[in-house]
C-alpha cells in the first residue's frame, strides 16, 4: 500500500508554520484604523477649580479671608492670590488708608475675588455664610472696642486737665467765720506805725489772728510745718503814699525757722496788692505755713527791712 505524498516541511528552524499577518478591520492590512482622533486633549483646563496634571489648584476662600480680615491692611491677602504689585502698593499705603482693606475684604465676601489667573476661590459656596457672620461680629466688636477706649481717653485727659487747674477757693476771712483768734493783742497793742520810705507811713492793725491745720475751702493745700497762720490785717496809708503786698510780712516759729508765705487771690480773701494813697485802706489776709506756738511776725518796709515786730501765740 502506498503512502501520499506530503510537501515537504519547511526549513524555518521549528516546526510552526507561519503565522500571517492579521488583516486590518476596514481593508487595511497591517495597521488598526480607529475612528476620528478624540476632542478630549490633555493640558491645561478651563476649570475654575484648577489645572489637571499642573499641580496648581485655585487658591482658598478661607485663607484669603482670613488674611484680607486680619492682615488686610499689609496686603498679605493680594500677595497670597498672586498680585505682587498691587500687594507691595497696598502695603506702602497701610491698606490705601484703611479703604482698600475694606473694599478687597468686602469683594472676597461677595465671591467677586479672582487669584492671578482670573479663576474664583475654592471653597467659597460653602464657607459664604460663616465668613460673613464672623466678619460682622469682629467688626462689632472693634466698635464697642474704640468707643469704649475713646470715652476713657477723653475721661482721663480731663481728670488730667482739672487735676492740674485745681479752682483757689476763698480764704476766710472775718466775715467768712475765720479761725478763733489767739490769746490776747499783739505785743502792747494791735496796730502799729510804720514808715515804710522817706515821708511814707502806715498803721498797720491786727484785726484777728488764728491757726489751723485746714484753710476752710482750700482743703487740697496740706501744710509741710504742722498747720496755717492766719493773720487778718489793716493796711492804712497815714501820710504821702504806699505799695501794700504780702511780703511786707514774715513769720518765724519760735525756733527761728521761716514760715512759707501762702498767697491768697485778691478776691478770695486775700492781702490786695498794690498803691495805697493817703487816707485809704486796705484789708485781707495773709497765711503762713507754720509751726504753732509762739510767732514773730516782722513788717517790712519798702526795701525789704525790718519796720516792726510782734509776737504771738496763736490759739490752739
Not at 489793716?234 to 508765705?261: H, I, L, M, Y
Amino acid at each position: 500500500m502506498s503512502n501520499p505524498s506530503y510537501p515537504p516541511m519547511p526549513d524555518n528552524g521549528n516546526g510552526a508554520p507561519p503565522v500571517p499577518p492579521a488583516s486590518g478591520g476596514y481593508g487595511n492590512q497591517g495597521q488598526y484604523q480607529g475612528g476620528p482622533p478624540s476632542p478630549y486633549q490633555p493640558g491645561i483646563s478651563s476649570s475654575p477649580y484648577g489645572a489637571p496634571g499642573t499641580g496648581t489648584p485655585a487658591k482658598s476662600f478661607m485663607v484669603t479671608w482670613l488674611l484680607s480680615l486680619l492682615l488686610g491692611g499689609l496686603g498679605v491677602d493680594r500677595f497670597y492670590l498672586g498680585k505682587i504689585g498691587t500687594g507691595i502698593a497696598k502695603l506702602l499705603t497701610a491698606g490705601g488708608l484703611g479703604i482698600w482693606s475694606i473694599v478687597d475684604l468686602i469683594i472676597t465676601l461677595t465671591g467677586n475675588a479672582r487669584d492671578r489667573e482670573g479663576r474664583p476661590l475654592q471653597g467659597y459656596p460653602e464657607n459664604k455664610k460663616k465668613a460673613w457672620i464672623i466678619t460682622l461680629v469682629v467688626w462689632l466688636v472693634g466698635l464697642v472696642v474704640g468707643i469704649v477706649s475713646t470715652v476713657l481717653s477723653l475721661t482721663l485727659v480731663a481728670a488730667a486737665v482739672q487735676g492740674q487747674a485745681k479752682p483757689v477757693p476763698a480764704a476766710p476771712s472775718a466775715s467768712q467765720e475765720a479761725p478763733a483768734p489767739s490769746q490776747g493783742p499783739a505785743g502792747d497793742g494791735n496796730s502799729f506805725e510804720v514808715t515804710v520810705s522817706e515821708g511814707n507811713t502806715v498803721n498797720v492793725t491786727i484785726l484777728n489772728t488764728g491757726y489751723t491745720t485746714e484753710i476752710p475751702e482750700m482743703a487740697y493745700m496740706k501744710p509741710l510745718n504742722g498747720g496755717f497762720l492766719l493773720l487778718e490785717v489793716s493796711w492804712e496809708t497815714t501820710a504821702g503814699s504806699s505799695f501794700v503786698t504780702p511780703s511786707n510780712f514774715d513769720a518765724f516759729d519760735a525756733e527761728g525757722k521761716e514760715g512759707d508765705r501762702i498767697f491768697l487771690d485778691d478776691g478770695l480773701g486775700g492781702l490786695l496788692s498794690g498803691d495805697v494813697a493817703a487816707g485809704d485802706i486796705q484789708q485781707g489776709v495773709i497765711a503762713f505755713d507754720i509751726k504753732n506756738g509762739p510767732t514773730t511776725v516782722v513788717i517790712k518796709n519798702d526795701v525789704g527791712d525790718k519796720a516792726a515786730s510782734f509776737t504771738l501765740t496763736p490759739a490752739d
